[in-house]
């Protein structure tokens, strides 16, 4: 809507039900946290980094933060009782930077009501982020215990099933913010 960008970093290390694409994986899978027992404690802690060129003050970037964490619940993340999850935004907008040769300092910014789209690609990257590094993940093992890589090809799968049985056409028109 404005042509800002918004990037998001993730280090994934949560709880919860897997859900991609509104498709519950982790069920599917038979691998979620709440398998065995229900309301176990799961430790790690999810840190997401938004950074966006928008002219944003210190108020709104607080707001994108907090949208963040509702992109990590997209995916089905749930913040558990051990989890320290936390997101920092921060904005890099060149209209902004501070110029040293002049003895004012006088930002650029958008108003509160153009903020929704900021607001949906905050949450949008987010959970692409997380997704992406579990598609990147690889099986990996240490101190007597082994973490297998999910399994790309059955996640595909069980998207493109869950795809035709549910009419999964957006609500909104998709493209760049």
């Given at each position: ?5 918004v ?23 038979n ?9 176990q ?25 907090k949208?963040?964490i ?43 009501d ?64």
């Open positions: 809507m404005g042509g800002y960008t990037g998001v970093l993730v280090q994934a290390n949560f709880g919860g039900v897997l859900q991609i694409a509104g498709t519950p994986i982790g069920q599917l899978l691998k979620y946290t709440f398998r065995d027992r229900i309301l404690d799961v430790d790690g802690s999810c840190m997401i980094v938004v950074v966006t060129d928008a002219p944003v003050d210190a108020r709104n970037l607080e707001r994108m933060a949208r963040a509702m992109g990590m619940a997209q995916t089905g993340g749930i913040a558990s009782n051990g989890s320290g999850d936390y997101a920092i935004a921060v904005s890099v907008a060149p209209e902004n930077l501070i110029d040293e040769n002049t003895d004012k300092y006088q930002p650029a910014l958008l108003h509160n153009d903020m929704s789209g900021l607001f949906m690609a905050t949450i949008e990257a987010t959970a692409e982020a997380i997704w992406n590094s579990l598609f990147a993940a690889e099986t990996t093992s240490g101190n007597g215990r082994t973490v297998e890589a999910i399994d790309k090809d059955k996640v595909v799968e069980l998207i493109k099933t869950a795809q035709q049985t549910v009419d999964l056409k957006p609500t909104y028109p998709l493209g760049k913010n």
